[in-house]
């Protein structure tokens, strides 16, 4: 159940869990919602954390989603290089790359 998810992630976000930060995050970024209440999570949690990749990974969705495509090519390639061998991740850059590549967004 989604809703109970986003209220447990948001408890444990509270918490000062960064795994249910950006797990509420990307929850909210599958579903078309709360870009800017994850793209200001992402910003809080870098602030703390610049070494953890997987926030410049929710920006770069964020970003995506706005189809921002050179904002997410930036972050996601920051993304992709400090969390080498996520799939996930790499998946969304290379979305981004094509879409940017191909003269669409930003």
Not at 31 to 36: A, M, V
Not at 47 to 69: C, H, Q
Not at 85 to 94: F, M, Q, R
Request: aromatic share 12%.
């Amino acid at each position: 159940d989604i809703a109970k998810s986003e209220l447990w992630y948001s408890k444990a976000a509270s918490n000062g869990s960064n795994d249910a930060v950006y797990c509420l995050a990307a929850l909210w970024i599958a579903q078309n919602k709360n870009f800017e209440k994850a793209r200001k999570l992402a910003i809080k949690m870098l602030a703390d954390e610049p070494t953890d990749g997987r926030f410049y990974d929710i920006l770069g969705r964020v970003s995506y989603k706005e189809k921002n495509y050179k904002s997410a090519v930036k972050y996601l390639k920051k993304a992709v290089r400090m969390c080498p061998g996520d799939a996930v991740i790499e998946t969304w850059y290379t979305r981004a790359v094509r879409q940017f590549t191909r003269g669409n967004g930003n």
